[in-house]
Structures are given as structure tokens and as C-alpha cells.
């Protein structure tokens, strides 16, 4: 697997807020690139646009190559993300604790076995 990285002449370090970096990936498939692209934007502090079908370019020798569109985050979007995803989760919970007991499997099959 590569990925190949389209940086701006300063480098990634340099990538302001709301910057945009173009990343192709050479994997098989379209979930395998975006598995590849959030690896590798985590390790690099970035994220990818949320695109669930990833652009097909053509890399060297003709290979097929899987292209996605990352930024930098602005300060304090990952702490909002946070904030949100946390907040999800406890109404989340709460449904899960108002959901009735479901009932158990040998009462629904009817003695069908």
C-alpha cells in the first residue's frame, strides 16, 4: 500500500487551518483507501472531507489509485467534535435504559425447533 501525499512547498507542518491536502491511496477497494487515508490523517493531525465513495485517478503505470480530500482542523473544531459525540452518546444511553427488556427466544419460536 502507498500513499502519496500532494503537500503545499512548505510542507504538512505548515498546512494552515482549514488547509487542504490531497491524498492518494494504492489499495484494492474504495473502503480499504478510506481506512488507509483516516489512518494516516490521525497520525498527521488532519481529517478527511466525509466522502463515502472516494475519487479514482490514474497513478504511474497506469495503477488505479484512490484519492480523498483532508484538512487541517480549525482550533477547537476537535473539542466541539467531542463535546457532540459525548453528548450523543449519553442520549444514546438513556434510550438504551427506557427500551423495554426484550423478550427471550424460546417464548417466540413457538416450540418450532
Known sequence: MAVKVYLPREGLAQVPPGGVVLVNVDVENNMKAIIEVERWCGQNGLRRTPESHL??????????????????????????DAEMLA???????????????????????RGER
Open 55 to 80: 475519487r479514482v485517478v490514474r497513478g504511474a503505470g497506469r495503477r488505479t489509485m484512490y484519492r480523498a480530500h483532508c484538512y487541517r482542523p480549525f482550533p477547537g473544531e476537535v473539542e466541539e
Open 87 to 109: 453528548a450523543i452518546g449519553r442520549e444514546l444511553d438513556e434510550c438504551r435504559r427506557r427500551q423495554p427488556e426484550s423478550t427471550p427466544s424460546e417464548l417466540l419460536t
